[in-house]
């Protein structure tokens, strides 16, 4: 998987909790993105980074912010979890700086908020 | 608007037929389009792109992809199916309106290849 790591595989949490998920590369690229996938919506962007404390927003980041203080790191936060955030996470990297470049993806985070 | 369609939620080829599993696009300019495959329980993996020249681009796995400009479309083809090719499959268009070239993905459509 391109040397990307999430962490955790799995988490279970309630309601009104703060999650953090991490995505770790062992490259050093510039570009790195979370995604969640839901069923009927395929996968939608949260947040994005172009390098390290640059950072936009996607289509769904209401709920939830990032951030990436050091280049393999890119930590998403969900500041008071709701049910409707129950999905699988993704991170991905893009490895060169042309926006035609494939992005590799990790395997993901399953998040369930009880 | 920028956007990506997968008309088909599923679908189901027996093995050794052809598939194609279908896209339609909506850009403002050129479009660049990709295809990406989910296996169970993993993250996604590139198959293949459209960025300029030949329509007809050539993947991974023995899979193809046919750009029609005309008809707006970027389907998924494969002569032979075999029943490890049972996947999800994702349709992907970059946004042209923002100046990081982000993908908008598609619905996802599951193609089911039995024996």
């Known amino acids: 998987d391109a040397g990307i790591t999430q962490s955790p595989r799995h988490k279970v949490t309630e309601t009104g909790t703060p999650v953090t998920l991490r995505c770790h590369q062992t490259?050093?690229?510039?570009?790195m993105y979370w995604y969640r996938q839901d069923p009927g919506h395929g996968l939608r962007l949260i947040h994005y980074?172009?390098?390290?404390?640059?950072?936009d927003k996607g289509e769904v980041s209401d709920g939830y912010s990032v951030s990436r203080s050091k280049t393999e790191d890119f930590l998403l936060t969900l500041e008071s979890a709701t049910s409707s955030q129950t999905s699988v996470y993704f991170c991905?990297?893009?490895?060169?700086?042309?926006?035609?470049?494939?992005?590799?993806f990790g395997s993901g985070t399953q998040l369930s908020v009880l | 608007a920028q956007s990506v369609a997968q008309p088909e939620d599923q679908v189901n080829v027996a093995e050794g037929n052809p598939l194609t599993v279908k896209c339609t696009y909506s850009?403002?300019?050129?479009?660049?389009l990709f295809w990406y495959v989910q296996y169970p329980n993993r993250g996604l993996q590139f198959l293949l792109k459209?960025?300029?020249?030949?329509?007809l681009v050539k993947g991974s796995y023995g899979f193809e992809a046919e750009f029609n400009k005309s008809q707006t479309s970027f389907h998924l083809k494969k002569p032979s199916a075999l029943v490890s090719d049972s996947a999800l499959y994702f349709c992907?268009?970059?946004?042209?309106?923002?100046?990081?070239?982000?993908?908008?993905f598609g619905k996802g459509t599951k193609l089911s290849v039995k024996p």
């Open positions: 991905a990297i893009r490895p060169g700086d042309s926006p035609n470049e494939k992005l590799f």
């Open positions: 490259e050093n690229h510039r570009y």
């Open positions: 980074s172009y390098g390290v404390k640059d950072t």
């Open positions: 850009v403002s300019g050129n479009p660049y």
């Open positions: 459209y960025i300029t020249g030949d329509n």
């Open positions: 992907a268009v970059r946004d042209l309106r923002g100046s990081q070239g982000n993908l908008i």
